[in-house]
């Protein structure tokens, strides 16, 4: 079944939609505005509304024929990032500093196009739960609406998350059976020695050459000591030591992240950073203190559910239009709490190559709106099959 003429002759008032969600970007918890429209919109179309997990999340219940027990949860990520807009066409971001420049807008629209639907047609039999899901870039929304009782109010068998994803062609989609997107963990080193006069070195303990050195032997752990069939990056981003020119620094601080696919990968990067701090830091005569801070956990799709995904795409967009196993991508995504307590799968849907070649979280994105009935058709074909009456 290909795109669904219904939704098909809705594009014009889902691309409203979906141009007003960007012209209005909201912060993590912060999305007022955003989940009013929401839940407006699912009322409207006699949606079964909850507020007020996480905060600003909404979840719409649509119950169809029959009397089965059943339920699926079908996920979209509403926030948007603390960037400022440069775009000039007429549904540009209206707050500065705040853009929808990872394509929340253009998810949320899918879901609601859905909604619109299967809340007139009800062709299945059970029940969906539209979860719209505050904070996913960088405040765990996914994590703290299931802490709020997410899956407890709604025992869902299992939940689907989809992002669009410039890079790849308009009509195909990616889907991985197995890790498609990475941990992402943060680590902070600071190193310790004994500051003093530039001009005389040799009498305090340079933090500076110690933490260099750190910086350089942790270069080693994924190029050296990691599997290179088996994804990870070790990213040192800041490094601070010292506040004028002739002042030798007591400290440095080092700071980066850590991403993997796979846990023991994880826990091995872990170790390995932190007995190069202490080790390569006493070699200097200094000591080093080491703090992990563990963020969103890998993105693991369950492969039968991933086959089912698969098969609903080539229902909507043709055969061949599944790339299967692409390498992960080593950003991060929150859906990941979801996957660890439910079965389900993420989707990666072609976007094309974005206006002017940009890619995700660049100043000139916009979602593309040629997707929003393909979506919306994924997510009902995946409702109705899953759901069968």
């Not at 889902?14 to 012209?23: E, F, G, N, P």
């Not at 299967?324 to 307590?341: G, I, V, W």
Request: glycine content about 10%; overall charge negative.
């Amino acid at each position: 079944m290909p795109v669904l003429n219904t939704i098909a002759d809705r594009h014009d008032e889902m691309t409203a939609w979906r141009h007003a969600l960007h012209a209005h970007p909201e912060l993590g918890f912060e999305e007022h505005w955003t989940s009013d429209f929401i839940a407006e919109k699912l009322a409207s179309f006699g949606v079964e509304v909850h507020r007020g997990m996480a905060g600003t999340g909404v979840v719409g219940i649509i119950r169809g024929q029959g009397d089965s027990g059943k339920m699926i949860g079908l996920r979209a990520d509403i926030d948007a990032l603390p960037m400022q807009e440069d775009n000039a066409f007429d549904h540009k971001s209206t707050i500065d500093g705040r853009m929808h420049a990872c394509g929340h807008d253009g998810h949320t629209t899918m879901l609601l196009g859905a909604a619109q639907y299967l809340a007139e047609t009800r062709n299945f039999d059970g029940a969906v739960a539209l979860i719209f899901q505050p904070a996913e870039e960088g405040g765990g929304g996914g994590k703290v609406m299931i802490d709020d009782g997410l899956f407890t109010e709604f025992d869902v068998d299992t939940v689907w998350g989809m992002h669009n994803w410039p890079g790849v062609d308009v009509g195909k989609a990616v889907v991985q059976r197995g890790p498609s997107m990475a941990a992402a963990d943060v680590f902070r080193i600071t190193i310790t020695g004994k500051g003093g006069h530039a001009a005389m070195p040799h009498s305090t303990v340079d933090t500076i050459p110690a933490g260099a050195a750190v910086v350089n032997a942790l270069q080693t752990i994924v190029s050296r000591q990691v599997d290179p069939l088996d994804p990870a990056v070790v990213s040192v981003t800041q490094f601070h030591a010292g506040t004028t020119h002739n002042v030798i620094s007591d400290t440095a601080e080092i700071e980066g992240t850590a991403r993997y696919v796979r846990h023991e990968t994880g826990a091995f990067i872990h170790d390995r950073i932190k007995h190069i701090a202490m080790t390569v830091a006493q070699a200097h005569g200094c000591t080093a203190s080491f703090a992990w801070e563990p963020g969103y956990p890998p993105t693991i799709n369950h492969p039968e559910e991933a086959n089912r995904a698969a098969a609903i795409v080539e229902q909507v967009m043709g055969p061949s239009s599944v790339i299967f196993d692409a390498p992960p991508s080593m950003a991060s995504e929150d859906f990941s709490y979801m996957l660890e307590q439910k079965p389900g799968a993420y989707i990666w849907l072609g976007a094309g190559e974005g206006k002017l070649g940009c890619m995700l979280h660049n100043t000139g994105y916009d979602f593309n709106d040629e997707l929003l009935p393909v979506g919306a058709s994924f997510w009902v074909n995946l409702v109705e099959s899953e759901l069968p009456r």
